[in-house]
């Protein structure tokens, strides 16, 4: 099994940045793609960016251009670098693994953005 852990969500003026990390611990070696994913507000939970573990990743058109999802070395944390961020991009963020376990989510993490 696989458990994950988000960190560095918050509230942030439009137009700013915040970088977005999620941790994997138990047995990281059967995860072949994480991702972030996100929901709104009233809205269903939506796809942001995604990352194989060949470095394949791919974007909602919302946010192309403006976030950029990568992993760290150690390859058990994924991170969302979030840039000229816009009241719309409000939601719960959402870290997900998937493996040979299937797909696991994590706590999610509160994004703001606000004037």
């Known amino acids: 099994q696989v458990q994950l852990v988000e960190s560095g969500g918050g509230l942030v003026q439009p137009g700013e940045s915040l970088r977005l990390s999620c941790v994997a611990s138990g047995n990281i070696f059967s995860i072949y793609a994480m991702g972030w994913y996100r929901r709104a507000p009233g809205k269903q939970r939506e796809l942001v960016a995604g990352i194989t573990s060949s470095g394949i990743t791919n974007y909602a058109d919302s946010v192309k251009g403006r976030f950029t999802i990568s992993r760290g070395n150690a390859k058990n944390t994924v991170y969302l670098q979030m840039n000229s961020l816009k009241p719309e991009d409000t939601a719960v963020y959402y870290c997900?693994?998937?493996?040979?376990?299937?797909?696991?989510w994590g706590q999610g993490t509160q994004v703001t953005v606000s004037s």
């Open positions: 997900k693994a998937q493996g040979s376990f299937g797909a696991q």
